[in-house]
């Protein structure tokens, strides 16, 4: 049977090498969301010097979108900056030319459309020759700025451009595939304006033998790529009742059964070369987390391991799951997409707090503790960040061998081998 087992893994995973538009959404995806966010909370945090100067600005916002209002809050939140909101460029212009201020920055009409549409546009901003220290300073901050909503752009760009080229939401209405792509973007927006005001400071510390404590950023990146790559796991199980079923609508399920397979290693071995995925993917995002990022990984790699494959194991039997409840693999498909959005929002894996949310205060809180993507998102930060052992995992391990084993237990009980 473990020979049938390891066959029925081998098919499923050279099966899952040729699908593109899979690996695209299981690697492709959350290295895109784990570098840009990881990029900006980095910038954000690495901010230090600030300027005593005060420059005179007048600003017209001849945009009515939601870019043009941030970087107008941008500009009123910076101390260096005395700035007058006018309705007019021409009054403007004539402002800087009388000596009244050093600079006036033009928002032109339709940036927020350009930046949607991914189309090169521009910012005007008119300097005072006279004024030369001035005019570099207001170039220099609007630069910075404009560099944090081309961040933006790429990133609501790459999010729409990778979902569209996967096709992980071909079937899926327009509502919904508006619904999830909104979702995503407003996470994203929401977590790069509080960076924005509220920066992270890097603080290192010694324990009393002297040895350096990791803080700050660091222990961020080690709330922030495990929780995008608890999300994305959890994509794979959309993957994994699809393709079941899909063989069962084909007739290739009938086929195996039909040789001297046992159903065990039908299952088994789908299992199993979902569960070496993910391990994949866990290993793949993590590595990039610690080489570019600095991310700690603790002090216990044996529970690390461990984590990861209980992880993989709650991951792939949600799959199975999914394939016991659904009438056809498209609906499958579907639902495992879902699900993947709303328990990885609901279980804290889009970071916007500075620690898990299974350890924050009130109904969210409570939401998470519920899910198995939140008590995944606190193992690995305890054992990342606060260095924890194996045994202080346990409630963790606990809870996803529980419902890692119920999910497993129910998708055996209801699966239809044969329609």
Not at 11 to 26: M, P, T
Not at 42 to 53: I, K, N, P, Q, W
Not at 103 to 111: K, S
Not at 313 to 334: C, E, H, Y
């Amino acid at each position: 049977m473990l020979r049938d087992t390891l066959s029925v893994a081998w098919k499923e995973i050279q099966l899952i090498a040729r699908d593109r538009g899979s690996l695209v959404v299981l690697f492709l995806l959350p290295l895109l969301f784990g570098v840009l966010y990881g990029s900006i909370n980095r910038h954000f945090a690495g901010e230090g010097e600030t300027l005593s100067v005060l420059v005179n600005v007048d600003l017209v916002n001849e945009d009515t979108g939601v870019f043009g209002e941030q970087i107008a809050l941008a500009l009123n939140d910076i101390d260096v900056l005395n700035v007058e909101t006018l309705e007019s460029a021409a009054d403007a212009e004539q402002r800087v030319a009388e000596g009244h201020v050093s600079a006036a920055i033009v928002i032109p009409a339709g940036l927020t459309s350009d930046i949607d549409a991914y189309t090169p546009t521009e910012i005007e901003v008119i300097v005072d020759p006279a004024e030369p220290e001035s005019a570099s300073i207001v170039s220099g901050i609007m630069n910075k700025i404009i560099d944090e909503a081309t961040v933006w752009g790429e990133v609501q760009y790459g999010i729409r451009a990778l979902l569209d080229e996967s096709g992980v939401l071909a079937d899926a209405g327009a509502e919904t595939r508006r619904a999830i792509q909104a979702q995503n973007l407003g996470v994203v927006m929401t977590r790069i304006n509080e960076m924005h005001h509220t920066p992270l400071v890097s603080v290192v510390s010694q324990d009393l033998e002297g040895a350096v404590i990791e803080g700050g950023i660091e222990l961020f990146f080690a709330l922030l790529f495990p929780g995008i790559t608890v999300m994305f796991v959890f994509f794979g199980a959309s993957m994994s009742s699809a393709s079941l079923l899909n063989e069962r609508e084909t007739g290739a399920l009938r086929r195996l059964l039909a040789a001297p397979i046992s159903r065990g290693a039908v299952i088994g071995g789908k299992m199993l070369g979902y569960m070496a995925l993910v391990c994949l993917q866990v290993i793949v995002l993590f590595g990039v987390a610690h080489s570019f990022f600095g991310m700690p990984l603790g002090d216990s790699q044996l529970a690390l391991a461990l984590l990861t494959l209980l992880l993989a194991f709650v991951a792939t039997a949600m799959g199975m799951l999914i394939a016991a409840l659904s009438r056809s693999s498209k609906q499958a498909d579907n639902v495992g997409t879902v699900l993947g959005f709303v328990l990885g929002g609901l279980g804290g894996c889009i970071a916007i707090t500075p620690i898990p949310l299974t350890r924050t205060e009130g109904f969210m809180s409570v939401i998470a503790r519920l899910t198995p993507h939140g008590h995944a998102v606190d193992a690995y930060y305890s054992l990342m960040a606060e260095k924890a052992s194996l045994i202080d995992i346990l409630p963790q391990i606990g809870f996803l061998l529980a419902i890692g084993a119920l999910f497993f237990l129910i998708a055996i009980r209801r699966f239809r081998f044969t329609e």
